[in-house]
């Protein structure tokens, strides 16, 4: 493969996330070409396919990438699988069902001279890098953050969602995680946190967490999946030369009185992540932040658990 020659990749795993964003996104982008698909019970008209990740890397030596979009719980394997075949590999967020899972993923690229890219497409909205900028000098006096959308409208029937590894309702809290860590100019952690846990699942419906700046300064969170209507995905920070709003899960973005981003859609972020993954391949780089995903680990360790009624899809 030359230089000007698109990459071909291979995408596992063909739900909901993978026809809805990857796809069209691999489409829109001359760095790549679909080279394969791997899935067990869906194939795309005239593009290979096979019911196994191993069995299309072995036939398929011009499959120089693998994008996992499989739930969390089964992506540690093929993402190894994948590097010790010398593949680069896209992880879907969360990047695994555990830090512990990529961190050792991380490793195993880094020896193998690989690429691993953990993506968080929340952080590819038009406000994001606008936002981050306009922070970059102001001091954070604090925040909220207001995560609510409706379970049966994103995850129908998926019920990985709800076994243990599949997040809950950080599987989109997570995002604003993604986005709060982007944007801040300061580190934060998790000081507090409740969960509420369906008396008939795994991983929990809603949650509230009280992050701190390492100045001390308060972000609370409030995710929820019983929300119907529109839905909610807003963060606004208080800040020493007043408010920074994003709403739109940070599609817009407003702070001074100015508006920094007004973009009608999200249809850009997973562009954006085919973009960033062809500087990645180029520069052979890796880009494995955790932060979000620690988040989540620590609101899991320090939360008090509530339980609810139970939740029917």
Same mark, same amino acid.
């Given at each position: 493969?030359?230089?000007?020659?698109?990459?071909?990749?291979?995408?596992?795993?063909?739900?909901?996330?993978?026809?809805?964003?990857?796809?069209?996104?691999?489409?829109?982008?001359?760095?790549?070409?679909?080279?394969?698909?791997?899935?067990?019970?869906?194939?795309?008209?005239?593009?290979?396919?096979?019911?196994?990740?191993?069995?299309?890397?072995?036939?398929?030596?011009?499959?120089?990438?693998?994008?996992?979009?499989?739930?969390?719980?089964?992506?540690?394997?093929?993402?190894?699988?994948?590097?010790?075949?010398?593949?680069?590999?896209?992880?879907?967020?969360?990047?695994?069902?555990?830090?512990?899972?990529?961190?050792?993923?991380?490793?195993?690229?880094?020896?193998?001279?690989?690429?691993?890219?953990?993506?968080?497409?929340?952080?590819?909205?038009?406000?994001?890098?606008?936002?981050?900028?306009?922070?970059?000098?102001?001091?954070?006096?604090?925040?909220?953050?207001?995560?609510?959308?409706?379970?049966?409208?994103?995850?129908? @029937?998926?019920?990985?969602?709800? %076994? &243990?590894?599949? $997040?809950?309702?950080?599987?989109? +809290? =997570?995002? /604003?995680?993604?986005?709060?860590?982007?944007?801040?100019?300061?580190?934060?952690?998790?000081?507090?946190?409740?969960?509420?846990?369906?008396?008939?699942?795994?991983?929990?419906?809603?949650?509230?967490?009280?992050?701190?700046?390492?100045?001390?300064?308060?972000?609370?969170?409030?995710?929820?999946?019983?929300?119907?209507?529109?839905?909610?995905?807003?963060?606004?920070?208080?800040?020493?030369?007043?408010?920074?709003?994003?709403?739109?899960?940070?599609?817009?973005?407003?702070? @001074?009185?100015?508006?920094?981003? %007004? &973009?009608?859609? $999200?249809?850009?972020?997973?562009? +954006? =992540?085919? /973009?960033?993954?062809?500087?990645?391949?180029?520069?052979?780089?890796?880009?494995?932040?955790?932060?979000?995903?620690?988040?989540?680990?620590?609101?899991?360790?320090?939360?008090?658990?509530?339980?609810?009624?139970?939740?029917?899809?």
């Amino acid at each position: 493969m030359t230089a000007t020659e698109p990459v071909g990749i291979a995408v596992v795993g063909l739900g909901k996330i993978a026809r809805d964003q990857h796809l069209p996104s691999i489409a829109a982008n001359p760095a790549f070409r679909l080279a394969a698909t791997v899935s067990r019970n869906a194939s795309l008209p005239d593009v290979p396919s096979f019911a196994g990740l191993e069995e299309a890397l072995a036939a398929m030596p011009g499959v120089g990438a693998v994008a996992l979009c499989v739930p969390p719980q089964v992506r540690f394997g093929m993402a190894r699988a994948a590097l010790e075949a010398g593949r680069d590999v896209l992880l879907e967020k969360p990047p695994g069902a555990s830090m512990a899972e990529v961190m050792a993923l991380d490793r195993l690229a880094r020896d193998a001279g690989r690429v691993l890219y953990a993506t968080w497409h929340s952080r590819h909205a038009a406000g994001v890098a606008p936002a981050r900028d306009w922070l970059a000098d102001r001091r954070i006096l604090g925040g909220r953050i207001t995560w609510r959308e409706d379970v049966r409208r994103w995850h129908p @029937g998926q019920d990985w969602i709800w %076994q &243990a590894g599949g $997040l809950g309702v950080f599987d989109p +809290g =997570i995002n /604003a995680l993604s986005v709060l860590t982007a944007i801040l100019p300061v580190e934060v952690f998790v000081s507090a946190a409740e969960l509420e846990f369906p008396a008939n699942r795994d991983t929990p419906i809603a949650a509230r967490l009280t992050l701190r700046t390492t100045e001390g300064r308060a972000v609370e969170a409030d995710f929820d999946w019983r929300q119907t209507g529109p839905q909610t995905w807003e963060i606004e920070l208080d800040t020493d030369a007043g408010p920074l709003l994003l709403t739109g899960g940070g599609a817009q973005a407003q702070a @001074g009185g100015a508006v920094l981003a %007004q &973009a009608e859609t $999200l249809a850009s972020e997973y562009d +954006g =992540i085919y /973009a960033e993954f062809a500087r990645l391949l180029a520069a052979r780089e890796s880009a494995v932040d955790l932060r979000p995903q620690l988040h989540v680990a620590d609101a899991f360790m320090l939360g008090r658990r509530v339980q609810t009624d139970a939740f029917e899809d």
